[in-house]
């Protein structure tokens, strides 16, 4: 199989949300620098926002939030475990990403002044801006592409950054997803922006690419990143959201919450006073479900007309716009009836948690040269504005540290065993085929890693997983397509084994449904207010251990601790 050798100072891995940021910045940082930008689709339609989003939900800006009150909510928000420096340099950088995506021509929602219209959804403070025409995002980042002169390479999947003789980033590994050619590109730097492991478990529907996030998104960037040396944070913190029942896409209570709709139960009471996303609000959810008053439901029918017709406006052409014809099919109209809700299936996720791949508040990771991007780094809370601010910072600090270093040799031990692990599918002509081998993987996470968890249950999930990692050594591939999807099966499989050791490392309950342990039912923070650090050990086994929490530079009172855990809806009787 014919091997492409390239050479860059900088590669970004990934072209969705961060990864175009990243790429920008740092050819503004220095024009002279050579930056690739190499994704698996194309970067004219790929990532989370390839149809668009219809809103910012964290955007800080002066007159409405400040960044100290940001970071404080998501503190909050995330029972404690963060890192409020690296939560900070988001904050700090959020009104000035909106400005110059404004200059850009994204158009956000603004009232009669010119103001930002800011709309009221987390349970403290003020952050969420829609953008009702959010469908032309990925054309304006194409443009700001070109006009940068970034090197872009689509249908490439990266499978590896292999290191150098320090550990250090040396090169990129991987092949073309329609022909197979293999890729090697040497590389002083690189920015992994892969976006969410979204096909981690699997959807009620039962199809492979019914995922609640963008299923090309399938953990390989936290796959990679973990095989190069790099620590993984708090993978025990699932990604777990409300969802329309049977279609692959938010129900967004979010969206409509400031013009009225919220989420109730089949008596149609509202039970949580926030429809913001946390793992204590997914609690409810959760408890509500499986209650005599479930199930959930989207709320919208109270509404006025014009109100309505906003709403569909926004939910029905941007992120999902076949939510329209889903709702047409089933018959639902929000004018006369609730919208059925249900649980998503878990993933790592820090736009909507905390869990990725670990940097601190320059997006470097614990790998030299090595940065990280969006919803697969370990910012909590980070979501599509979070990917911008962290594209930037990546871009920038990449292309400084480019400046400081030469081109590393990679190890070819580690290029050889890779380019055989890469081709062995093809080599057979018979066998298993990816998608049986990532069905069985994604049915097992639901079987046995699924919230709540149990100790026995997981330790049978291990086993299982190391079944199915025999068995990877039958997959076979017939095309360059299906060799793709053979590598997405081993990262899922990774990604899979991850979320077990993590969740077991944790032997206490946190952030509500995403790490409800029912062997350890309490909160304990006297053993477990700190970060868990995963990484590849000598042995290239997975090891766990603590980090502890950074000092806060904005302090969180004892009655704003515990905001989050009290956001069922009193009844009457309790309220007297």
């Known amino acids: 199989m014919k091997t492409i050798d390239m050479e860059f100072d900088l590669v970004v891995i990934g072209g969705g949300t961060g990864g175009p940021m990243a790429a920008v910045k740092a050819k503004e940082r220095n024009p002279k620098l050579r930056v690739l930008l190499i994704d698996k689709a194309n970067v004219k339609r790929s990532g989370a926002i390839s149809m668009g989003m219809d809103g910012l939900n964290n955007a800080v800006i002066p007159g409405h939030a400040t960044p100290e009150q940001y970071v404080k909510e998501i503190t909050v928000a995330n029972d404690g475990i963060v890192d409020q420096e690296a939560v900070m340099a988001y904050a700090a950088g959020s009104f000035d990403m909106i400005q110059e995506l404004d200059r850009w021509g994204v158009k956000f929602e603004k009232d009669e002044t010119g103001d930002y219209s800011v709309r009221k959804v987390h349970h403290l403070g003020a952050y969420v801006l829609p953008m009702p025409e959010g469908h032309h995002m990925k054309r304006i980042l194409y443009r700001q592409l070109k006009r940068a002169r970034v090197e872009i390479t689509n249908r490439v999947v990266v499978t590896r950054v292999l290191t150098g003789p320090d550990g250090e980033v040396a090169a990129v590994m991987g092949f073309d997803c329609r022909t197979a050619e293999l890729y090697v590109i040497r590389t002083k730097a690189a920015v992994i922006c892969t976006g969410a492991a979204g096909r981690l478990g699997l959807p009620a529907s039962g199809y492979l690419m019914g995922t609640y996030e963008n299923p090309t998104n399938c953990g390989d960037g936290h796959a990679m990143a973990y095989h190069a040396g790099a620590d993984l944070a708090n993978l025990e913190c699932f990604q777990i959201n409300p969802l329309i029942k049977d279609y692959n896409g938010p129900a967004c209570a979010y969206v409509t919450g400031p013009l009225g709709g919220y989420t109730a139960n089949s008596k149609g009471e509202r039970f949580i006073e926030c429809d913001y996303w946390s793992g204590a609000m997914m609690q409810e959810f959760y408890n509500e479900l499986l209650s005599g008053n479930g199930p959930v439901f989207l709320k919208l029918d109270h509404l006025a007309e014009e109100t309505i017709q906003e709403i569909e406006t926004i939910l029905h052409s941007n992120e999902r716009p076949s939510r329209g014809r889903f709702h047409e099919k089933r018959g639902n109209d929000y004018r006369r009836q609730m919208v059925e809700m249900h649980i998503s299936e878990i993933g790592f996720c820090s736009g909507h948690s905390a869990s990725g791949i670990h940097i601190n508040a320059r997006g470097e990771t614990s790998v030299k040269g090595l940065y990280a991007a969006g919803d697969c780094a370990s910012v909590p809370h980070n979501y599509m504005l979070g990917a911008f601010v962290y594209g930037k910072l990546c871009g920038e600090n990449a292309a400084a540290y480019c400046a400081e270093v030469g081109q590393a040799m990679p190890d070819a031990g580690a290029q050889a065993a890779e380019r055989e692990r890469i081709l062995a599918p093809l080599s057979r002509s018979g066998g298993l085929t990816p998608y049986q081998i990532e069905y069985k993987t994604r049915r097992l996470v639901n079987d046995y890693l699924q919230p709540p968890k149990i100790t026995s249950k997981y330790e049978i999930g291990l086993r299982r997983f190391a079944e199915i990692r025999e068995d990877t050594a039958s997959m076979s591939a017939g095309n360059?397509?299906?060799?793709?999807?053979?590598?997405?099966?081993?990262?899922?499989?990774?990604?899979?084994?991850?979320?077990?050791?993590?969740?077991?490392?944790?032997?206490?309950?946190?952030?509500?449904?995403?790490?409800?342990?029912?062997?350890?039912?309490?909160?304990?923070?006297?053993?477990?207010?700190?970060?868990?650090?995963?990484?590849?050990d000598a042995q290239g086994r997975m090891a766990m251990r603590k980090k502890a929490i950074e000092p806060y530079i904005v302090p969180v009172d004892d009655e704003e601790r515990t905001a989050y855990q009290r956001l069922r809806v009193a009844s009457s009787a309790e309220a007297a």
């Open 480 to 536: 360059a397509h299906e060799l793709m999807r053979a590598m997405e099966a081993h990262s899922i499989l990774d990604c899979a084994e991850m979320a077990a050791h993590a969740s077991m490392f944790r032997t206490e309950s946190r952030w509500g449904l995403y790490h409800n342990y029912v062997d350890h039912p309490e909160r304990d923070d006297e053993n477990w207010f700190c970060h868990s650090l995963l990484s590849r």
